[in-house]
């Protein structure tokens, strides 16, 4: 037998990859940018304890609350009552006097750190993270430095009550002939 020697012809193949480099090309940047706007901010809020408004007779707590409503501001303890009104108006708010406030309270009461919001379905989501940074911490102007104070971290939201308007007492009574009937 004869031996037959066949050539084996290699034939060199280059891989084509310029569409995965200009795809890299576009990619890494892209991610590289994306990475940067992608930080999450989180806030931990408590709800309100339902016996809240349980006090012990002989020590009465600080428990402050702030009512937002649209048009005002309203710092108050809910055991004492009203502390302090502000109003906004369209221009906005006084932010300042509202630090001002808050920093008296904390002198006052420097070991007290909770706070409880109550939002009025009316108010922005804007005015609710603006009073949320607002009430977390201040901002203070000591003689040559800026120094932040922390003022009531530990923040609980619920919802405000509802405004009670005065009705006429004509009104009142052609409401209740109406709900008689």
Known sequence: MK????KMVNDVVELNITAFLNLMVILVPFLLITAVFSRITILELNLPLKDAKSVEPDKIKLQLELLMRPDS????????GRIKYIERDDDGTDWQGFTNVLVEIK??????QNITLLVDQAVTYKTIIQVMDRVASAEIVNVTDLEVVELFPN?????APELITEVEPS??????QAVEQ
């Not at 031996?3 to 066949?6: C, E, M, P």
């Not at 501001?73 to 004492?80: A, P, T, V």
């Not at 009104?171 to 209740?176: C, G, N, R, V």
Request: glycine share 4%.
């Open 107 to 112: 002198t006052r009461f420097p070991d007290e």
């Open 171 to 176: 009104t009142a009574t052609e409401q209740t």
């Open 155 to 159: 923040i609980s939201i619920g919802d």
């Open 73 to 80: 501001f309203e710092i108050r303890d809910s055991n004492l």
């Open 3 to 6: 031996l037959v020697k066949r």
